[in-house]
């Protein structure tokens, strides 16, 4: 069965998460729609790029992943269709493409079917949906757009090194509110070459060893550890890190290796 996945800042309360899939069975009755979440913070491309890059992987090849961040109309936006490890992803030309892939895509198209001017100021409903569900009706990207060379770069916030240091940022926070920082598992592994180390942050806070689980410290006690997207995580055993340890998005942490 052919697989659409969503993810948008449509929210759960309006009629525009509605409107979309049913958009979608009306053209494609035997598709099947996964949320991967419709509640990303309102325009927040960095939001949508860090949840689908971790997420895709895991839905089978041939997947379709529309995305619906920042796409009303404008006569300076693309709306592109992108083939990249065997899954298929459709969505405006804002920079989400060049934050989720760090490799070269294998094949992009600017899309180019008629705009219904109804949809004029929601093409989710309109272009979007026509693309998505030719794709996962087995049509290839050279029926719906044409080639195009680039997409429009932006770029993730980096890790710093600074002689015995890590210097990073959280750049998100789940429901759980686990603190996500931008260190990555292979970044941390490569600098760390077997030292100790301590991780600062907020009020003064310290740890000073990974946890391969949340369970690993008693209930309340914080913890660090690297998580299903292999970012490091600030995390408390069923508790909420991101209020009680006063961490945001964009606040500094520093590992200090020994």
Not at 100 to 109: I, L, P, S
Request: proline share 3%; net charge negative.
């Amino acid at each position: 069965m052919a697989i659409i996945t969503l993810t948008t800042d449509l929210g759960d309360k309006d009629i525009y998460q509605a409107a979309l899939k049913g958009s979608i069975y009306k053209l494609l009755p035997t598709v099947n729609i996964v949320d991967i979440s419709n509640n990303v913070p309102a325009f927040n491309v960095q939001q949508a790029a860090f949840i689908l890059k971790n997420s895709y992987h895991y839905f089978p090849d041939g997947t379709v992943h529309l995305i619906g961040i920042d796409t009303v109309y404008s006569t300076y936006t693309r709306y592109l269709a992108i083939e990249h490890n065997n899954h298929f992803f459709v969505g405006a030309d804002n920079g989400i493409f060049s934050l989720m892939f760090d490799d070269k895509v294998n094949e992009v198209v600017e899309i180019n079917i008629m705009q219904d001017l109804k949809f004029l100021h929601f093409p989710l409903a309109d272009i979007f949906v026509k693309a998505a569900c030719h794709l996962a009706n087995g049509g290839s990207l050279a029926q719906i757009g044409l080639p195009v060379p680039d997409v429009e770069n932006k770029m993730n916030l980096q890790p710093v090194i600074e002689k015995n240091l890590i210097k990073g940022v959280v750049i998100y926070i789940d429901a759980f509110q686990n603190v996500i920082t931008n260190i990555t598992k292979e970044f941390f592994n490569r600098v760390q070459q077997g030292r100790r180390f301590v991780l600062y942050f907020k009020r003064n806070e310290t740890i000073n060893q990974l946890s391969w689980h949340y369970n690993e410290v008693p209930e309340g006690e914080k913890l660090c550890l690297f998580g299903i997207s292999d970012h490091l995580e600030i995390a408390i055993n069923k508790g909420n890190a991101s209020g009680l340890l006063g961490l945001n998005l964009g606040d500094s942490v520093i590992i200090d290796f020994q």
